[in-house]
């Protein structure tokens, strides 16, 4: 099995700074990405940002050009750096993970437990 453990959220002022962190472990072979969603009450969860293990990203449009979204490949872990917050930010972010576990190749998919991030105005 795999955990996803992130850290991070908490409550900022409109126009402040958040970064997220979400750390994977367990049966880990490769883990081909790892991304950050968010789901605001009353909405469907929406992608925020991902990041293949080439290095390669995609961001959602909302939040282009304020979240930066990195991944240190060593230590499993990936990042979002949350910059110019705006109280429509507010949600819960969850991690997501598709993870190799063995040479077999097999793909799996993993959520956190999720973490709150709230914006004041």
């Known amino acids: 099995q795999v955990q996803l453990v992130e850290a991070g959220g908490g409550l900022v002022q409109t126009g402040g700074s958040l970064r997220l962190s979400c750390s994977a472990s367990?049966?880990?072979?490769?883990?081909?990405?790892m991304g950050w969603y968010r789901q605001a009450p009353g909405k469907q969860r929406e992608l925020v940002a991902t990041?293949?293990?080439?290095?390669?990203?995609n961001t959602a449009g909302p939040v282009t050009g304020r979240f930066t979204i990195s991944r240190d490949n060593a230590k499993n872990t990936v990042y979002l750096q949350m910059n110019s917050l705006k109280p429509e930010d507010t949600a819960v972010y969850y991690c997501?993970?598709?993870?190799?576990?063995?040479?077999?190749?097999?793909?799996?998919?993993?959520w956190g437990q999720g973490t709150q991030v709230t914006v004041s105005s």
């Open positions: 997501r993970s598709l993870v190799v576990r063995s040479s077999a190749g097999y793909q799996y998919e993993y």
């Open positions: 990041i293949r293990d080439d290095g390669s990203t």
């Open positions: 367990g049966s880990i072979f490769r883990i081909n990405l």
